[in-house]
């Protein structure tokens, strides 16, 4: 079975990897799909503390903005290349989640969220308010892709190859000491302390790891649309990964990059179809809650077992 699912997942990459040849050049299913892969990274990167860490975050969107920031700041005030950007800017992530994460860490259950939404405030505040150096409420505009990378579908491989080696990244860290001793440091505290797991270092260390993929995420971000603003740092980007994470099911991986899909794509199929957008994107989600409440891919993959059983049941029988 793991070996059919990452045979599926290499399919799914390489159909991705080929669709801009199939379209006319400058084809919008490549933007969206730019659009998809860089929430399937963000939300990739929530479900790291969120699901495997079971620390609950509603300011993850901190270290999308500060990614997205970094990048945008080296571009247009020291004038670096894009590529450096992208390398540091998610360093700059990585820097906030060290800080707030030492203090986040700390606290658990109603307290470590309201914390992580504190520290997300302050953090889109001072881009908010910061007028000389973060550009306030105007943000930063004319980051664009440079020449080799806007030409075709260049930019959207690039963006297509760090989503999956980010996702990939983090499926390696998962399935790592790190990860199985974040799973222990979930589960029970205390035991996980008690067999010497250092429980705070190991949650911190997962911190920093979901901010700089997040900040990957940012920097991807505001060269795919050009411009960083106080949004990109805003309740409302976080609460956007939360729901991801949710929709797609906190069971495995493959649950955010599912959510990522269907929620962005929904996102932009309702929003150009009508002005109530916003209600009617509500009832959908509602509606697929109900239907699916260990998500889609928790479903998909409770069917998958079901089935499975049932064809060894009718195997063994006479």
């Known amino acids: 079975a793991g070996q059919g699912a990452t045979a599926a997942w ?12 199939a379209v006319e050049p400058g084809s919008y299913a490549t933007v969206l799909l730019t659009d ?43 004038d670096w290349p894009m590529g450096t950007a992208l390398l540091l800017g998610p360093l700059v992530a990585a820097a906030g989640a060290l800080v707030y994460g030492w203090f986040c860490v700390r606290l658990s259950g109603v307290s470590l969220t309201m914390l992580t939404l504190a520290f997300a405030q302050i953090t889109w505040a001072i881009a908010y308010q910061w007028d000389g150096f973060t550009g306030g409420s105007n943000g930063i505009t004319g980051v664009w892709p440079p020449q080799w990378a806007a030409q075709g579908a260049g930019f959207y491989w690039l963006v297509l190859a760090l989503a999956v080696a980010g996702i990939y990244l983090l499926r390696r860290m998962l399935f ?17 302390d008690a067999i010497g797991i250092d429980v705070r270092g190991v949650q911190w260390a997962a911190f920093v790891v979901a901010g700089l993929l997040a900040g990957l995420a940012g920097a991807l971000y505001v060269f795919s649309k050009g411009s960083v603003a106080p949004d990109a740092l805003g309740v409302s980007r976080s609460v956007d990964g939360l729901v991801m994470v949710l929709l797609g099911g906190m069971q495995q991986l493959a649950g955010p990059v599912v959510g990522a899909g269907v929620f962005t794509w929904l996102h932009d199929t309702v929003a150009r179809s009508t002005d109530y957008w ?18 889609i891919s928790g479903f998909a993959q409770m069917w998958q077992a079901r089935a499975a059983i049932k064809n060894k049941a009718q195997e063994g029988a006479p």
């Open 278 to 295: 916003r209600a009617l994107l509500g009832g959908i989600m509602l509606l697929l809650v109900l239907l699916f409440p260990q998500g």
């Open 36 to 78: 998809i892969a860089i929430a399937a990274l963000f939300a990739a990167s929530l479900h790291c503390i969120l699901g495997p860490g079971g620390l609950h975050s509603f300011g993850h969107a901190a270290y999308f903005g500060l990614g997205a920031y970094g990048a945008a700041l080296l571009v247009r005030w020291l």
């Open 10 to 21: 290499c399919a799914l990459v390489l159909g991705l990897a080929l669709l801009p040849l």
């Open 176 to 192: 790592a000491p790190l990860g199985w001793a974040l799973r222990a440091a979930r589960d029970s505290a205390l035991r996980a």
